[in-house]
């Protein structure tokens, strides 16, 4: 069995957000767990398989976050974080 080529340029942490994080489809928000996270982005599991457009906010706390699909596979996903735009 080979080990998968870890392709990560930013070291993950244990989240430290507190309270319910949802990722806001426009028409929908869809409840997450985030679990881990870095300078660049995060990875977050969803609570219902549901489809994620190639760019969402994800909402946490005060916060919004614009974010950038990168990988997903069944609940579980990968997000670059985008810039904010004004």
Do not use: Y
């Not at 989240?15 to 990722?23: E, I, M, S």
Request: proline content about 8%; some cysteine; overall charge negative.
């Amino acid at each position: 069995m080979q080990t998968p080529t870890e392709r990560r340029h930013e070291d993950r942490e244990a989240p430290t957000l507190r309270g319910p994080a949802f990722a806001d489809l426009g028409q929908a928000r869809i409840s997450v767990s985030v679990l881990n996270v870095s300078h660049a982005g995060l990875m977050m599991e969803l609570t219902e398989e549901a489809e994620l457009p190639p760019s969402f906010t994800l909402l946490f706390a005060d916060a919004k976050q614009p974010c950038e699909l990168v990988w997903r596979k069944g609940t579980i996903a990968g997000v670059r974080f985008a810039p904010h735009t004004s």
